[in-house]
């Protein structure tokens, strides 16, 4: 039995998963927390906060994050291909900075905006 604390709303139940034979959610207060730890078992998905590297001495690295989730098994190798990208025109915040990343159809976008 594996043992989580959902963080889907503020209750921050503690559930325990039984997935031996059938995924059992025991401890979760609402629907929201059984359908998140069986996610969470089953393939899960992350949120990715990380940096480019740009040309304007000003703003050497410019932030980016996942427009939603990606599977967690796929974050190291997202970071590959982010580690690759500079930047060399000027961006606003919320502009896609790489479409689609990985085929997780899930867009990579900035969250400042740059002037080159």
């Not at 039995?1 to 059938?22: A, L, S, T």
């Not at 990380?50 to 050497?60: A, E, F, G, L, Q």
């Not at 896609?96 to 997780?104: D, E, T, W």
């Amino acid at each position: 039995m594996e043992e989580i604390i959902c963080i889907v709303c503020p209750n921050g139940c503690h559930m325990q998963i039984d997935g031996k034979e059938q995924i059992k959610v025991i401890g979760n207060l609402c629907k929201r927390g059984e359908e998140f730890a069986i996610q969470e078992l089953t393939n899960p998905m992350r949120s990715l906060t990380t940096t480019v590297r740009t040309t304007s001495k000003d703003m050497p690295m410019l932030p980016v994050r996942t427009k939603g989730e990606i599977p967690k098994s796929k974050i190291e190798e997202a970071m590959m291909v982010l580690n690759k990208i500079e930047i060399s025109n000027s961006v606003t915040c919320g502009e896609v900075i790489l479409k689609n990343i990985l085929g997780c159809d899930c867009d990579i976008i900035a969250t400042c905006s740059l002037i080159i």
